[in-house]
């Protein structure tokens, strides 16, 4: 099993614990505008450290570093000790950011408002009827250049292929060393047992969501066996929400009426991939075709799943035979992604044994499903119910 270093611990702990701001759980009891349980108490629903870096002390850059939330499961006014890592039951949400690889104004903190909600709606069904979320967290990534946010000097906004994957695999891989610890560290016999985890992306945040599940070595990174002990477990579920699945087809037909992205398209992937087209296809889950057995498209979006489900890819773990699930939220209203990105994905991914896909109709436009977080948040709380249900 995997074990964290010291090193690990000393990043871990230097950042502190704060009370989880709240958001009003849809059902009783009601959570506290203040972030309080809603009993007239002082206890918050959850713990939240921010900005914590995921590589060893003097080498993380700026952007690489993540965002925790946990429920307050003991319902304590007190923080932890930040050198902790509460160990508890149930199932871990982490999530990926979107913003074209780019956009300096979308990290991790993109994730707050869904949290929130998540952690009032833990709060609000205690007990045997809760999913049992145990944890949450968000990633940030370094970013590529952005012509009308440049930043010469930082060399966290330099980055391009592989930077980004290869910041989300070690942010995943500094998390799970975390979590194992804690976890064969605990007395509680609730706490033991295989780390469940749920990966969900945003916009080029699913694109990499589903890079991350795939070998290290489809994007030129070390592999890693798939029993290694420093490998993360594979996630049961993947969850995109309105996701880039095939930029080559985009920037080569684009539907109607997103013709006039289309320049604006071959910007960041140019600025994030090179201008190499090939480079393009290969990086993208989803291409013309890939539902076809017997064609190279349709051999590549099987080899990738089969990475994910056989576990050799870079969340690691050892070989499954059970169903993964894929989730793809999608808004007809979208201005910047169309429908068809999730279609093409249904109809590639569909066609693999072994992996469920259901696709879920979004709500307004774009960024309005992590800005409000509603969606977001129903969402993944079902995927986490219905995986638990799966458990039992």
Known sequence: MATASPEDWTA??????????????????PAAADGTDGRGSSTP??????????????????LQTLDVWIPNADRSSSAPDPAALPSLPGTWIVYIHGGAWRDPAIDAASFSPTAALLLGRAAATP???SP???????LNYRLSPHPSHPA?????????????ISDVLAGLAFLHRLLASSS??????????PIRWILAGHSCG???????VASPSRWGLPPRPPTSPTSPPQPAALVGFEGLYDLAGFIAAPPEHYASLREGYR????????????????????REGGWEAGTEAGAFVQGWAREWIGGSGGGGGGGTTTNKKVVLVQSWEDSLVPWQQTEAMRKCWGSVEGVDVCVREGEGDHDDVWREGRKMAEVLWEVVTELRGHSQ
């Open 132 to 138: 049992a979320i145990a944890g949450l967290a968000s």
């Open 184 to 193: 064969s560290s605990s007395s509680s016999s609730s706490s033991s047992g």
């Open 127 to 129: 007990g045997a009827s």
């Open 206 to 212: 699913a694109t990499l969501a589903f890079q991350a």
């Open 267 to 286: 910007e960041f992937v140019g600025g994030a991939f090179g201008d190499d087209e090939d480079a393009w296809r290969a990086v993208c889950p989803a």
């Open 12 to 29: 871990w702990a230097s950042v502190p614990w704060t009370a989880a701001p709240a958001t009003t759980p849809p059902s009783p009891p």
């Open 152 to 164: 010469p000097s930082d060399p966290a906004r330099q980055a391009s292929h592989p930077d980004h």
């Open 45 to 62: 629903l959850g713990w939240h450290k921010t900005g914590v870096p995921y590589l060893p002390p003097g080498q993380a850059l700026s």
